[in-house]
């Protein structure tokens, strides 16, 4: 029977004994001076420089190209954030022990899958006033897109979010194994799965989802670069451009199975630990 392993991403050292506590593996990002008893992305083959624009991107190409990758055959590797846990299943108990309200073994609903995705986030539900604050140069181009549900697809959010224009241009830089299918999920899909994070139990498919991904976000450096003065919601371009890619990459090529997270910032929790 596999087990599980989940990678815990902080931005804080702060949080190593809270995860720790939960039985995660603590994962340092960012430029923070991290203590002993966390892994990072800095060591080895890495492009952990990158973070600021990759996000947790630079830990999964430290998996990757270091062939950490590979205990996906023995284990099911999963990945989450200090804010955001998966929970053990789909009904929330408010009153539930924070610990044990979360994944720390592999349920039996997984047995059939290789992947685990994250429930839907669905654009389509965008309130009116987040259109008009973000969504004027749409609005300018075509004012009736937004009146219609299957309009307000995932390419249309990305464009008012997190740069007019700027997915059409990567995906121009996609192998043609995947330009065309990406082009179309972004048009006309109302959902994905954010956030980044993901639970698999293959290493085949893992290798083969991290050589896609990173071969084309490579060619998009050349366009997009690393311009450190971006606004905030566009600063993360590598990874909004994965976070759309993997729900795109891992629903085509995997047999998937959705799971719940739910928002928990252990930060200033102190109660729960």
Not at 23 to 39: A, H, Q, R
Request: hydrophobic content about 35%; some cysteine; proline content about 2%.
């Amino acid at each position: 029977m596999k087990t599980l392993k989940m990678y815990c991403f902080s931005l804080a050292n702060s949080n190593l004994d809270k995860i720790k506590k939960i039985n995660y593996v603590p994962v340092g990002l960012g430029k923070e001076n991290f203590s002993d008893g966390w892994i990072r992305d800095n060591t080895q083959n890495n492009i952990s420089d990158k973070n600021t624009w990759y996000g947790e991107n630079t830990f999964y190409y430290w998996l990757w190209k270091n062939n950490i990758h590979k205990k996906f055959d023995t284990d099911w590797l999963g990945f989450c954030h200090y804010r955001r846990f998966w929970v053990k299943n789909f009904t929330e108990h408010k009153n539930e022990d924070f610990k044990n309200s979360i994944i720390q073994e592999v349920p039996k609903e997984w047995n059939d899958y290789e992947v685990v995705l994250r429930d839907e986030v669905f654009v389509n539900n965008t309130k009116l006033s987040k259109i008009l604050k973000h969504g004027k140069k749409q609005l300018l181009k075509n004012p009736l897109v937004f009146l219609s549900k299957k309009k307000m697809t995932v390419k249309v959010h990305y464009d008012m979010y997190h740069g007019f224009g700027e997915i059409d241009q990567a995906i121009e830089l996609l192998d043609e194994e995947n330009r065309e299918d990406f082009r179309n999920w972004v048009n006309s899909s109302v959902s994905f799965n954010a956030n980044n994070v993901f639970i698999c139990k293959s290493a085949t498919l893992y290798n083969d989802y991290c050589k896609s991904l990173f071969s084309w976000l490579k060619k998009c450096e050349n366009v997009f670069g690393f311009d450190p003065n971006r606004s905030y919601s566009r600063i993360r371009v590598y990874a909004f451009l994965a976070e759309r890619y993997l729900s795109y990459w891992f629903k085509k090529n995997s047999n998937y199975i959705l799971w719940p997270m739910k928002f928990h910032d252990i930060t200033n929790d102190n109660k729960n630990f």
